[in-house]
Every structure is written in C-alpha cells, then in structure tokens.
C-alpha cells in the first residue's frame, strides 16, 4: 500500500461487528447509524474510500502496525516491526549489538476442548508487575534473556534469541484464538528459537499457576506471549515523522466488542482526530487487526458533490 503523506492511522477502528455476516452486524449498524447519521453530514458525503485491505490469516503482524512502518517508508518484513526496538529507544535502554529487543506480556489463556483464546485482563498494577518480573527474571537469564519493565503487565527484554526472530504482534492475536500459533505441524519444523521461547512459555505457565499474584485476581495471569521483535531498518532515524500520526486509543473499546462502549469512544477519535485530518484533505487509515480502509476527503467537482449531495454516504458504509 502507498500512501501520501500526511497520515493519520487510526487503529482498532473498525469494529467486527460491522463485517459482512457478522450475528451482530445489525446491532452494529443501528447503534452506529443512530450515533452518526446527525453529524458531520456534509463530511461523509465527502469522504471517499480509496482501498480497502485485507491481511492474509497467516500474518503476524497487526494491519496498523504494518502501515506504520509502510508510512515511515520502512521495508521490513511481517512480524519484524520493530516495535520494542523503538520503545527501548524512548527509554533511553541500549542491549549488545548481536541482542534483539522484544516485549514480553503477562496474559490470560482460557483453555477449552482443545481451543486457547488469549486475552489481556486488565488492569494489572504496578506491584503484580514487578512481583512476576522478579519471578521471571532467574528463569530468562539462564536463557540470556534481560528484563526490563516497561508498562502493567508488559515488560521489554533483550537476547540473542530476539535477533532477526519474526513474532505475532500481541495485538493481532488478543482476544482470539491461538491455537494456529501454538500448533506447528511439527515440532521439528521449529526453529531452534522458537523451541527456546515455547519452552520458556511452558516455564512461565507453570511459574504463574502457583504465584501469589493470582490469588486475589478475578482473571489470572497465566502465561506471557513474546512479541515487537525486529531490528530497525538501515533507513531509520531517531526521529520519527511527524507527517505520520498513530492513534490506538480505541484499543480497549474495540476488544470490548460491544457498540454501546466502542461507539462513544470513536465518536471522541472522530471528533479530535479523524474529522479534523479529513477537513485538512489528509488520509485516514482505519484498521482492525486485519483490515484496513483508507479515507480522503479530495476536493472535488461539481458533478461529483452534486452526485454524492443525492446518494449520500453515512460512515457505517465506509466501516463496512
């Protein structure tokens, strides 16, 4: 995909429930055309869908993640953005130069019939974080594996083993199954790194049955997913462009997966962030995890307004 700049990416702004045959699309469209259908009319009119894309099942990367770096004019391959590379380049944190940085995540895996759904169960607090840090850590240093925290429940780590090793992005597989991740067709298909790192997984599940940190929580942290690997590419420069802006406030609302929470917390995005860019005639990117829709708003003719004035285009249809 390219894309002028400037760019606004919006991420987790297209909800699931709004993709064709979705049970509770027509739930979706009400609950979105009741909170939108007043506003910004003459913007919606305007507005146009350049292209919709869609990523392969097989992609370890999350869509807003891949057009970021797209956007940045990165070339980098699925599941190598180097998203942990960067956050450890905002904390000032330097590792050896034949170390990769990675994120480690405390999350929850429900186990049923065979099927693992991976979720994040917020909130986690500082004190659980460094609890579970500190009964990590002896485990990854035999594995060279460095600790350092960063967010509740997240923590970025450093080692020979993250070195040019492709990940899935936590937020391409949170709140779904994973079972296509944790399920190779066979264990000798397996690169010695990534053996090492289901190994440590197991280790950390069996570490967090037991902890103490569970024992008051209403959903337990039951074992953590290694993601953001990748190495910056020869392009980069320690200023990121501004011309690009990435917004992932919606994360939370979208997990949710219910209209009555995603709505007002997009009609807020909508507000501050996408109607202003459209106004300006910039690009909006809208994104799930898998899919993304770019905007304009170019001017346009006569004929083209007076034909979008009689067939108007309200913003489910562009979500869709």
Not at 33 to 45: C, E, G, K, V, Y
Not at 84 to 90: K, M, P, R
Not at 240 to 257: P, Y
Request: aromatic share 6%.
């Amino acid at each position: 995909m390219t894309v002028a700049s400037p760019l606004t990416l919006v991420a987790f702004a297209l909800p699931a429930g709004m993709a064709a045959g979705h049970p509770d699309q027509a739930h979706w469209q009400q609950a979105l055309n009741q909170a939108f259908a007043p506003t910004h009319s003459d913007l919606w009119r305007q507005a146009q869908r350049v292209t919709t894309t869609t990523l392969p099942d097989s992609a370890m990367s999350a869509c807003h993640e891949v057009a970021w770096a797209q956007a940045l004019g990165w070339q980098v391959d699925d599941g190598l953005v180097p998203l942990a590379a960067l956050a450890a380049q905002a904390q000032g944190l330097q590792c050896p130069e034949n170390h990769g940085w990675a994120f480690i995540d405390a999350v929850h895996w429900h186990i049923s019939q065979g099927q693992v759904n991976l979720s994040v169960p917020n909130p986690i607090t500082d004190e659980e974080t460094k609890a579970l840090g500190e009964a990590m850590q002896p485990f990854l240093l035999q594995d060279r594996i460095h600790l350092q925290p960063l967010l509740p429940g997240r923590w970025l780590a450093h080692a020979p083993v993250f070195k040019r090793l492709p990940s899935v992005s936590l937020d391409r597989v949170n709140s779904q199954r994973i079972d296509h991740w944790l399920q190779p067709s066979s264990i000798a298909a397996q690169t010695d790194a990534e053996r090492l790192l289901r190994r440590l997984q197991n280790e950390m599940q069996m570490l967090f049955y037991t902890h103490a940190v569970n024992d008051h929580r209403a959903v337990a942290l039951n074992s953590v997913w290694f993601s953001g690997t990748g190495d910056f590419p020869a392009t980069h420069t320690h200023s990121v462009s501004t011309a690009v802006v990435l917004d992932q406030s919606l994360r939370e609302a979208w997990l949710s997966h219910n209209p009555e929470v995603f709505v007002p917390a997009f009609q807020a995005v909508l507000h501050d962030t996408i109607a202003p860019a459209l106004a300006r005639h910039e690009q909006v990117l809208l994104c799930d995890p898998t899919r993304s829709v770019l905007l304009e708003n170019a001017p346009q003719g006569l004929r083209r307004k007076l034909q979008q004035w009689l067939r108007p285009t309200q913003l489910p249809d562009l979500l869709q």
